[in-house]
């Protein structure tokens, strides 16, 4: 059926596939968080370190530290796959967006430092793009998520 579609029908399809699976990967990523934290908070409540108070606020942001590495283990272990690029640009959505909402979290007393260190992270990304000359679908992925997280920081919401 897609051998007898038009090149502008292949596109749109793979923008649509990229902002419907981008969706639920944000949502996926949602549920890893909580997962991680989950288990964080338990390996620390086993040595006794829980966070107890204002005090301890290093203890109660790190997992955020090791949600965003395992987040990032699993893209590196999907860009080796041999996955299409379609499957590919689409799960880069995931990271992006947990990259951005951790940068809101992290930067959050200091709302005037998001956008820029967002905006850096996201030309960082279509550099990379850029060098390893990737197709289309990656821009797209970036400049989706760039403009969620541009929605977000615009309208104030809390995620």
């Given amino acids: 059926m897609l051998k007898n579609w038009k090149p502008w029908q292949k596109n749109l399809a793979s923008c649509l596939v ?37 005090e301890d ?15 990032l283990l699993l893209t590196w272990l ?3 796959t041999k996955w299409n690029d379609l ?3 689409t799960f880069l959505t995931m990271p992006l967006m947990v990259v951005i909402v951790e940068i ?13 260190v967002g905006a850096a992270v996201i030309l960082l990304v279509l550099l990379w793009l850029y060098k390893t000359k990737r197709p289309w679908q990656y821009c797209f992925a970036t400049f989706y998520v760039a403009a969620i997280g541009i929605y977000i920081q615009v309208t104030g919401m809390d995620i």
């Fill in 78 to 80: 999907v860009f080796r």
């Fill in 104 to 116: 809101g979290i992290q930067f959050y007393e200091r709302p005037a430092w998001i956008f820029p």
């Fill in 18 to 54: 990229i902002l419907a699976g981008g969706f639920v990967l944000f949502n996926v990523a949602f549920m890893l968080a909580a997962a991680v934290r989950t288990v964080f908070m338990m390996v620390l409540g086993t040595f006794g370190a829980l966070p107890q108070g204002p």
């Fill in 57 to 71: 606020f290093l203890a109660a942001v790190s997992w955020h530290y090791v949600f965003v590495l395992v987040v």
């Fill in 87 to 89: 499957v590919k640009a």
